[in-house]
């Protein structure tokens, strides 16, 4: 029996790279090192105090915080009252972490007193009690037993049991084996744990085990590595051995995990066939303890193969560097065992580096982000979680987490797989060794499978992998392109997005021929069987070249969308456009994936807001609805971030008809009150020459607002719009200054005769004629629209309900404007509709008249509201008006029309106010018998006597050029009208009153008698114009008679 000893507490403190502390409290508190009742006692002593420690409930961190702080104190104490340097400072420091592991060291050795064997009868099994705790015993791998052996090996026993085929190779091996455990014993420590930090760092084997072998050569004294005689010796022992060559054979033989076949090694199996046997493993291994056992097997079976691997290597170099061979050996030494035993050494380093490595079970099972994101992209399942066993346990080696996960699982499959068909009923002693060594081919660095490195993805062990990638980055080819992936994730997990990035380059290649980036990347999909027959024909010695080019291209492409997939959960937004460039470089033009790839990379070019190569790649995508598509996204994408003069200067290369239909529907879709989108449409089409364009664009946008809204602001935008419009209509083709604005309701709906007077209406159905109907404005119809929106604006600074009269038409809204005293306003909108503007200058003739009535404040007031920007400045609010009244007229007043004159006067009259002198005697030059009949008709009796006394007066020669007739009567002048019904009527009013009146009959005497005169001066101008006739027709007669 060989019971595995402490490691010697000075080799844990002669690592000068490590802090004491750290070289100490990893093994201290590693789990199985020592019990917790050990370190309690040991602080107990070394604290030197009666305040006992309580272990039992409590935590081993919380254990290893209060025996880090007693060493500290201890330290603290040496070092108070002194100035020491760094060097000193560490010498003490280690001193101390001697001094608590010497005390835990005695604790244990007095624990592990054996007191008995007890026998596990169920389970085949013997444990050794001790004092405290006990110690299971286990059968030895061969080698190890030649390993521990040492004096006491029975050569003869050993060569019957395992080599009774070949006793005499087996005696050689034997012996070489002899010499390995040999050297095993003469190596110092130092030389051992060099070997090791070496490989750590990644270090060629046989470089510094060359260098090793000189410095043994060299017999320093002073650094004596090995005895003097030990050259002797082994030359000795090589004389013994028949045939070195198979020897070295037979043991490099033994050493390989993969039994000549790394390809073979694969773990894709049947498992459902032997479940039974499965659990039976489970049952014998899966607790905590046939965990620990499984685990710590394989540490010290690997231990113990890699003491010989780096021990063997040691002894051919010395041999090559003695010549203590023959010539043809020494090169089959140096061109075959060499390399084998280097790459094996490195394995178990690994494997070593494996079973030894602590993980924090807590930490590692709380990755569950991580892990989740792996879920979604189908690059892990969920098995093999780690669980805290209810925090039990806080720090276990990394191969016992891995058992506990998903290793036991898969090696139990295998087990039962390899052993189906023995009836032995599964037992400790016949289970332990195959079971290890299967655990151990699954760790095994140079093989086919890799469940391990495949657990670590899975469970996200970022540490971890990065380590253990790094340890088999420089030599190991085997899944060389799995192992760079699963950085590449672990270290984009961590943030370093550039690392990650040129690894999943590297590893792409890898999807053609390693199985778990097959599985992962190509599961599901067609390609996975072109990749499987790829990778047999890699197995048969086949390669690639065999596969068309294409599909390799096609399957390399779907492991770049799932690093893409991968790349875009951390946001590595220059890398996925990287990649995607990349797999755009591999794909042919008419690749149906070539589209999906420039999608991405214009969707992370928009979201990094680098438009313009946005823009670029969007035009140059090989499918026409994706271009679209990506154009809309960048539509809106910069109408968001108010970018609109990239949206204005993009050339739009065969999408320029699409881009204003995405901008047109993305207008018609937002709310108009806050819409910006109307005023960007104008102004490209205004930088791209098309006005008429323009012009229909700033109309949809005012009768939106028309339609939309009823607020003055909208109000005020409508008005704006329909300038822009009205200017943009002046600047386009008289033949195309119009547009056609669709049938909105029932109003709008133009008569039969107006939609198309080519066509009769009887030829269409109603649906035809419901869909077609379209209303064409030309710039007069704009013109009134915009007439009309302006009244509404004015009207809204003076009427809270505005609102109301939103659908009222020009004529009533024009009435509505005078009431408010807006009159410029009111005869502008009259005059834009032609429309009859009588009704405001009643208004305004009725203001004027009542402002006597009124205050000064307020007629100013509603003066201001109108133009009096040509009027000449009066004091009086009432000269004010009339002079505004009488602008008005003169402004309003059509050539030889005299309607307003007559409404106005009409209005004056009906409210007996008087006649203005201007309009008096503008009235009659312009129409005296129009107005002679107002006067006339309101009874104003006494003004009609004096105004018809005038014209009569002025007929007759006196002062014509007041009045509306160009001459006076005369006989050689036209005839003239007198008004006669007029002056009858006057004459009848001025004798029903001349009784009551001397005023009416003076005035009637006078008219009378000026009538009278009109009479005998029209009678006589007539006879001479009868007279000067006759004469004219007689001269003429005689003319005529003398001619003939």
């Excluded at 991580?370 to 690059?379: D, E, G, P, V």
């Excluded at 004015?794 to 024009?814: C, M, S, W, Y």
Aim: charged fraction near 20%.
């Amino acid at each position: 029996v060989a019971m595995e000893p402490p490691p010697d507490r000075y080799l844990i403190g002669n690592d000068h790279s490590m802090d004491p502390r750290e070289a100490y409290c990893n093994y201290i508190f590693q789990l199985g090192t020592f019990e917790r009742e050990v370190i309690a006692k040991a602080l107990f002593m070394f604290r030197r105090t009666n305040l006992r420690f309580e272990s039992k409930h409590c935590t081993l961190p919380v254990l290893k915080d209060q025996v880090c702080q007693a060493v500290e104190d201890e330290i603290q104490n040496e070092v108070k009252e002194f100035d020491v340097t760094d060097e000193d400072y560490l010498e003490i420091a280690t001193r101390q972490w001697e001094r608590f592991y010497s005390c835990c060291e005695q604790y244990h050795l007095k624990s592990c007193q054996p007191c008995g064997l007890f026998v596990l009868e169920s389970i085949d099994g013997v444990c050794l009690v001790k004092k405290n705790n006990f110690s299971l015993l286990r059968p030895c791998d061969t080698l190890e037993h030649l390993m521990l052996a040492g004096e006491d090996l029975d050569t003869s026993t050993i060569v019957s049991t395992y080599f009774a085929d070949n006793e005499r190779v087996g005696e050689d091996l034997v012996t070489l084996v002899s010499i390995v455990a040999q050297l095993e014993r003469w190596l110092p420590d130092e030389v051992k744990l060099d070997v090791d930090k070496r490989l750590y760092r990644l270090e060629m084997p046989n470089v510094f085990i060359a260098k090793l072998s000189d410095e043994i050569l060299a017999g320093d004294p002073d650094s004596e590595i090995l005895p003097g005689s030990f050259l002797v010796w082994i030359r000795q022992k090589l004389q013994s051995i028949n045939d070195m060559r198979m020897a070295m054979m037979l043991l490099l033989d033994s050493l390989r995990m993969d039994n000549g076949n790394p390809a073979g090694m694969q773990t894709n199996i049947g498992l459902t066939q032997s479940l039974q046997f499965v659990n039976s493993v489970g049952v014998l291994f899966g607790s905590h303890l046939g965990l620990s056992v499984l685990s710590e097997t394989v540490r010290q079976i690997t231990a113990v193969k890699f003491s010989i691997c780096r021990n063997l290597l040691i002894l051919q170099q010395i041999l090559i560097d003695t010549y203590s061979l023959s010539v043809d050996l020494l090169e089959t030494v140096r061109s075959h065992f060499i390399p084998d035993i280097t790459i094996f050494l490195q394995s178990y380093f690994v494997m070593g580096w494996i079973s030894q490595t602590p993980v924090n079970i807590s930490a590692a099972a709380s990755l569950e982000s991580s892990i989740q994101r792996l879920n979604l992209l189908q690059l892990a399942n969920g098995s093999g979680r780690i669980y805290t066993n209810g925090g039990k346990y806080h720090v276990s080696p990394l191969l016992r987490v891995f058992l506990n996960a998903k290793g036991l699982y898969t090696a139990g499959a295998l087990y039962a797989e390899n052993f189906k068909d023995s009836e032995n009923v599964p037992t400790w002693s016949n289970t332990l060794l195959p079971l290890t060594t299967i655990v151990s081919q699954l760790i095994w660095p140079v093989s086919f499978n890799f469940v391990f490195g495949e657990w670590l993805f899975g469970t996200c062990q970022h540490i971890a992998i990065q380590d253990y990638v790094r340890l088999l980055s420089n030599w190991c080819e085997w899944n060389i392109c799995s192992r760079q992936f699963i950085l590449a994730v672990s270290l984009l997990d961590c943030g370093e997005t550039y690392k990650a990035y040129d690894l999943f380059l590297q590893s792409a290649k890898g999807v053609l021929r390693e199985q778990f980036l097959i599985d992962k990347i190509l599961k599901g999909t067609a390609l996975a069987k072109h990749c499987e027959n790829l990778t047999a024909m890699s197995e048969d010695g086949g390669g690639g070249d065999n596969l068309d080019n294409n599909i390799n291209n096609q399957v390399i492409t779907q492991y770049y969308l799932k690093v893409i997939q991968l790349l875009e959960q951390h946001n590595a937004l220059d890398h996925i456009i990287s990649m995607a460039q990349v797999a755009i470089g591999l794909l042919d033009k008419s690749d149906p994936q070539l589209p999906m790839f420039q999608s991405i990379v214009f969707n992370n070019h928009l979201r990094l807001e680098h438009y313009e190569e946005a823009y670029h790649s969007l035009i140059y995508n090989a499918e026409l609805s994706r271009r679209k598509d990506c154009l809309r996204q960048l539509v809106v994408t910069l109408f968001n971030r108010k970018r609109l003069d990239l949206l204005m200067h993009f050339p739009y290369v065969g999408l320029h008809e699409e881009f204003e239909n995405i901008v047109e529907s993305r207008a018609r879709s937002l709310v108009i009150d806050q819409n910006e989108v109307y005023d960007f449409l104008y102004a490209f089409h205004v930088n791209n020459g098309n006005m008429r364009k323009a012009s229909a664009i700033m109309y949809e946008q005012a009768m939106r607002f028309q339609l939309e809204s009823d607020t003055v602001e909208s109000m005020e935008k409508r008005c704006s719009a329909l300038l822009v419009c009205i200017n943009s209509l002046h600047l386009i083709d008289r033949r195309y200054r119009w547009i056609a604005k669709p049938v909105i309701g029932v109003d709008d709906i133009p008569p039969p005769s107006a939609v198309n007077d080519a066509e009769p209406m009887d030829n269409k159905s109603d649906e035809e004629c419901g869909r077609e109907q379209v209303v064409v404005l030309e710039i007069k119809d704009i013109k009134r629209e915009l007439l009309q929106t302006e009244a509404l604006v004015r009207l809204a600074d003076h009427r809270k309900d505005v609102q109301t009269f939103i659908n009222a038409g020009p004529q009533e809204l024009a009435i509505i404007l005078s009431g408010c005293g807006l009159y410029t306003d009111a005869l502008k909108l009259v005059n834009g509709f032609e429309i009859s503007p009588l009704p405001i200058f009643d208004s305004l003739t009725s203001a004027c008249v009542r402002i006597d009535d009124e205050g000064a404040n307020e007629t100013w007031a509603w003066l201001q509201e109108n133009d009096l920007a040509d009027l000449p400045h009066r004091n009086k609010p009432a000269d004010m008006a009339w002079s505004l009244l009488q602008k008005l007229v003169y402004d309003n007043e059509l050539e030889n029309s005299t309607r307003i004159r007559k409404s106005v006067v009409n209005k004056l009259l009906s409210l007996n106010a008087f006649v203005p002198q201007w309009l008096y005697n503008d009235y009659k030059l312009a129409n005296c018998r129009e107005l002679l009949y107002l006067f006339v008709k309101h009874n104003r009796l006494l003004e009609a006597a004096e105004l018809a006394q005038e014209m009569i007066n002025a007929m007759l020669g006196a002062g014509s050029e007041y009045f509306s007739f160009k001459h006076a009567i005369a006989v050689t002048n036209p005839e003239m009208c007198l008004p006669v019904n007029t002056l009858d009527l006057l004459l009848h009013g001025l004798r029903l009153n001349a009784d009551s009146d001397i005023e009416y009959k003076q005035v009637l005497t006078e008219l009378e008698d000026v009538v009278q005169n009109y009479i005998d001066t029209a009678q006589r101008t007539a006879e001479d114009k009868i007279q000067m006739a006759f004469q004219e027709e007689y001269s003429k007669h005689v003319r005529q008679q003398a001619a003939a």
